[in-house]
């Protein structure tokens, strides 16, 4: 490299001197072309001037120094041909030695990295490809790419320091496979140069011996640091059995002031008598290993002191048990009181070890599976048990025996925590929890899911039901919760509000009901419909005050004229229900009620005033007919034909058949008017049969009809009653018997008195009533279908059932033992009698 610099001078300095030529050969001819050739013929015709003569000296001086330097280049183009000759020798030369060294470069066993300045280096050479080097120039230049990260780090600080500062280096990194590569990094003039060479024999050697010192004092430096930040004392003696290293635990729990004095001091963490034991065991097995006491900070603590013999002497350490034993003592105790506390739970726990024994179980577990304490105090294992279990048809025979054990095993070794649920043939659930232990074994939970089950049963049958009472209830139902959130509705509710299912599905805010509803609420306008609005739903669904969450209920009319009912009910946990019925229909109902009450009651007051116009109108007209017909059967009015007696006798009977009926009617509207007072007295039961049986004597003596009365069991003479009303009751129930006995028949008036009641029975011989006509026999103007002698107004019957229900009794119509019909009337006699007059 060299010999090319100086060619490329030599031909630098030839290329010059020939410039210089060429410029004074163009000078020279450059002023003989200053001079016009008619001027110097004409100097050479005539006298030269001055000017003349100075020009051509200046040109004569001029081709003197032209031809000087013609000489001198001649002169120098010859040497300078010697020189081109001399330098191309060289050049040829230089290119020699170049191949030469490149093929030394080229050749395998070294890679050289030139740089040249901030461009990219040029590389040169190739590494045997068994050291796993990239061959590519940029794969070997990142040598994070190839090396350790350590070793990658190192060279490349190196190599950036030697190309700034100029730094030579050598490093050594070991591969893979063991072999040494040699990185050597130096100047050469503006050159900086890196060097890849793997070493072979005993440089590699002698390199692999120091990388391995390296690692061992890096090894050493590092466990003599954690040695050193080590809380366990820890010890080195020499053969002599004497101190040669401590740690900084060591020192601290000797109260030395460090490991030097320690060392120079020979402070003992340990008795003589316990290093005598030591150094004892150690000489004849080579290691002791046991708990020793030392005293510590003034308190003595146990330490489970391990100590080793080796080449250099003996190295030991003491770990400080104190608060493990502490804790296993602790722990001890806390398995014992957590036993007691796991033998009161209900829930069954037994505890296997790694072999699956026995080790622990509380009562709950050996109730559950009806297991005797002596077997189980016999540890067996987990596969005997099942084995027993099975024999016994405890265990499920939906799947073989085998699997069941494969799946307990397999919970023994598992990591995590396993689940299971067991179906017992007598019906129970189990629900089988594992939970595997750090020292080895699991932990068996088995809880009994069966009640568990039947009550979620029950309550998702109970959900489900209500869910399907809530969609078929006639009332929209919605549910808020505390946030004021829909949490559930029925299909009237999205139906009344013309909510869409999509807007619901969101479980949106009460505030957003009112925008989102199909119909809003109007003012109220009509009678009973309070003045609500949405904010009253919200103000109740959101109240925060629980004292101000009462129940309440209104009604409101809705944009498209239906009437609806509400009500708000306030539930647990700060949820409300509001509830929604259309009351349209009912409203429509109640006012047209309401129409038709007025008309009844203006029916009532007309019927009333027809009351007392008929009571007024006929009733002294009648009288006076009658007056007048027995005026006309007194003898002061004179004697009467026979025909005329026979038309007084008619006159007779139609009027005491027409006051009867007047006197009937007007009784049952004084009743429906609610008008009628009981004139309450004690009634002699004697005294009113016999004035009723005497009313219509003559009647059944005419139809050859026979009367039994029997009050012997009337209990006694009197009762509480209306004298009048009840011998017009009796007189009806024995006019209608003797219209409607045969002749020759019997009709039979009986009183008893039983269980607070005065009865009085009236039976009768005739045809008898059918069953499906029994309840219309009370309705007013209806008469028996059978018929009798005697068509009345058909008021008989309601009127003692009216009047009987006024004394607070009752009547009962049956059939008689031998045919034809018993009516009762049963009258109320306490033995502490009440005004009725008040009810």
Aim: glycine share 8%; aromatic share 6%.
């Amino acid at each position: 490299m060299v010999r090319s610099s100086r060619a490329r001078d030599c031909a630098r300095r030839l290329c010059a001197g020939t410039s210089s030529l060429a410029s004074a050969a163009g000078a020279a001819g450059a002023l003989l072309l200053v001079t016009p050739p008619q001027a110097l013929a004409q100097g050479m015709a005539a006298p030269m001037a001055p000017e003349t003569i100075l020009n051509l000296a200046l040109v004569g001086l001029t081709l003197g120094a032209a031809m000087l330097a013609a000489v001198w280049l001649i002169r120098q183009q010859a040497a300078t041909a010697e020189d081109n000759k001399r330098l191309r020798a060289d050049l040829a030369d230089a290119l020699n030695e170049t191949e030469r060294r490149g093929s030394l470069l080229s050749d395998e066993g070294q890679r050289l990295v030139i740089f040249t300045g901030a461009g990219a280096p040029d590389i040169v050479g190739s590494l045997p490809k068994d050291l796993g080097c990239p061959a590519d120039a940029a794969g070997f230049l990142a040598f994070s790419g190839w090396m350790e990260p350590g070793e990658a780090g190192e060279v490349e600080r190196a190599v950036a320091q030697l190309r700034t500062r100029a730094e030579p280096f050598r490093l050594e990194i070991e591969r893979p496979d063991g072999r040494v590569l040699e990185i050597a990094g130096r100047t050469v003039g503006a050159l900086a140069t890196v060097r890849f060479t793997p070493l072979v024999g005993v440089r590699e050697e002698l390199a692999a011996l120091r990388l391995e010192q390296d690692r061992a004092n890096g090894m050493i430096e590092t466990m003599q640091a954690l040695f050193d930040a080590a809380p366990m004392p820890m010890w080195l003696r020499d053969e002599g059995k004497r101190l040669v290293w401590v740690n900084t635990a060591y020192a601290r729990s000797v109260d030395a002031p460090g490991v030097t004095s320690a060392v120079d001091r020979q402070i003992e963490f340990l008795n003589e008598q316990d290093r005598a034991l030591i150094a004892a065991q150690t000489a004849r097995t080579g290691r002791f290993a046991d708990k020793l006491s030392a005293v510590v900070e003034a308190d003595r603590r146990n330490f489970h002191v391990v100590d080793a013999a080796g080449p250099f002497g003996s190295a030991g350490l003491a770990v400080d048990i104190s608060e493990t034993e502490a804790v296993r003592l602790e722990l001890k105790e806390t398995v014992r009181s957590q036993s007691e506390t796991l033998d009161h739970l209900t829930t069954a726990i037994a505890r296997f070890d790694e072999k699956t024994q026995l080790t622990y179980n509380n009562a709950a577990f050996a109730k559950l599976f009806d297991l005797a304490t002596t077997y189980l105090d016999t540890a067996p294992d987990h596969i005997e048990i099942l084995d027993q279990l099975r024999s016994r048809g405890i265990l499920p025979d939906d799947r073989p025996l085998r699997d069941i054990k494969a799946e307990i095993l397999a919970a023994h070794r598992a990591t995590q925590p396993t689940d299971a649920i067991w179906h017992l043939t007598d019906g129970r659930t189990l629900r089988v929890f594992t939970s595997p232990e750090p020292q080895g074994g699991a932990t068996w939970v088995f809880e009994d899911l069966t009640e568990k089950l039947q009550l979620e049963s029950r309550l998702n049958a109970l959900v489900r039901l209500q869910g399907e009472t809530l969609d078929f209830l006639r009332e929209g139902v919605a549910v808020f919760g505390q946030d004021g959130r829909l949490r559930l509705s029925n299909p009237i509710f999205s139906e009344l509000w013309g909510l869409s299912d999509e807007f619901l599905a969101a479980k949106p805010h009460i505030r957003a009901f009112g925008a989102t509803a199909g119909v809003s609420i109007r003012p109220a306008g009509i009678e009973g419909v309070s003045d609500t609005t949405w904010s009253t739903f919200i103000q109740a669904v959101t109240a925060f005050d629980e004292s101000s969450r009462e129940a309440s209920s209104g009604e409101f009319e809705l944009s498209n004229g239906r009437v609806h009912a509400y009500g708000i009910v306030p539930l647990p946990n700060g949820q409300t229900m509001l509830t929604f019925t259309d009351i349209s229909d009912a409203r429509a109902a109640e006012r047209m009620l309401r129409e038709r009450n007025e008309a009844l009651e203006n029916a009532d007051r007309l019927k009333s005033d027809f009351v007392q116009h008929v009571n007024y109108e006929l009733r002294s007209p009648l009288t006076n007919i009658i007056g007048f017909s027995a005026l006309l059967r007194s003898p002061e009015t004179g004697p009467l034909t026979e025909r005329q007696s026979e038309y007084l006798d008619y006159i007779g009977t139609s009027t005491s058949s027409l006051l009867t009926i007047v006197n009937d009617i007007l009784d049952l509207a004084t009743v429906d008017a609610g008008i009628m007072d009981l004139d309450l007295s004690d009634v002699d039961i004697a005294g009113t049969v016999e004035h009723a049986a005497d009313a219509v004597r003559d009647r059944l003596r005419a139809n050859e009809i026979r009367l039994e009365v029997d009050i012997a069991a009337a209990g006694g003479s009197t009762f509480r009653a209306d004298g009048h009303r009840v011998t017009q009751i009796l007189f009806n129930l024995l006019s209608n018997a003797a219209n409607f006995a045969p002749a020759g028949s019997t009709v039979r008036l009986r009183v008893a008195r039983r269980n607070g009641e005065v009865a009085f029975s009236v039976a009768d011989e005739g045809p008898g009533i059918a069953q499906a006509d029994v309840a219309r026999l009370f309705e007013r103007f209806e008469a028996n279908p059978a018929g009798g002698r005697q068509s009345g107004a058909g008021l008989g019957l309601s009127i003692v059932k009216s009047f009987v229900e006024l004394h607070g009794g009752r009547v009962e119509i049956g059939a008689g033992p031998s045919g034809g019909t018993v009516v009762t009337c049963r009258f109320p006699a306490p033995s502490e009698e009440k005004d009725l007059a008040a009810e």
